[in-house]
C-alpha cells in the first residue's frame, strides 16, 4: 500500500507563493507517477500538474502553467508543487496522488488514473 501526506498549505495574499509538499511511503517512490489535483466544495476536482516517474516529463493545467512548478525528488520520497503568483481562484484542497508505473512513463493527468490519494491540504488565497 502507498500513503500519501500533503504539507505546506495555508494563507496567502493574492501574488504570493507558497510550496507543497507530498511524502510517499509504503512502495519505491521511483515507480510512480506522481499528480497535484485541487478541489472546491461542490466542484468536481481539477488537474493541476502531474510528474513522470523517471523521465520528469511534466505536463500542467492551463489556469497554472507558468506559475506553478512540479518537480520530485526521488531520494527523499518527496513531490513539491511550487506555487507563485498565487490568485485567488487558487483557493482549494489541494492533493497528491500516485500512480505506479506500468509501461509508459507519461504522466496522468486524469483523477480516475490514480489509485492512491493523500488527505489533502487547505490553500487560501485572500486579498
Known amino acids: 500500500q502507498v500513503h500519501l501526506v500533503e504539507s505546506g498549505g495555508g494563507l496567502q495574499q493574492v501574488g504570493g507563493s507558497l510550496r507543497l509538499s507530498c511524502t510517499v511511503s509504503?512502495?519505491?517512490?521511483?515507480?510512480?507517477?506522481m499528480g497535484w489535483f485541487r478541489q472546491v466544495p461542490g466542484l468536481e476536482r481539477e488537474f493541476v500538474a502531474a510528474i513522470s516517474a523517471i523521465t520528469g516529463t511534466t505536463s500542467y493545467a492551463d489556469s497554472v502553467k507558468g506559475r506553478f512548478t512540479i518537480s520530485r525528488e526521488n531520494a527523499k520520497n518527496t513531490l513539491y508543487l511550487q506555487m507563485n503568483s498565487l490568485k485567488l481562484e487558487d483557493t482549494a484542497v489541494y492533493s497528491c496522488?500516485?500512480?505506479?508505473?506500468?509501461?509508459?512513463?507519461?504522466?496522468?493527468?486524469?483523477?480516475?488514473?490514480?489509485?492512491?490519494w493523500g488527505q489533502g491540504t487547505q490553500v487560501t488565497v485572500s486579498s
Open positions: 496522488a500516485a500512480a505506479r508505473r506500468i509501461s509508459t512513463d507519461i504522466p496522468h493527468t486524469t483523477p480516475s488514473a490514480y489509485p492512491y
Open positions: 509504503g512502495r519505491p517512490f521511483r515507480d510512480y507517477k
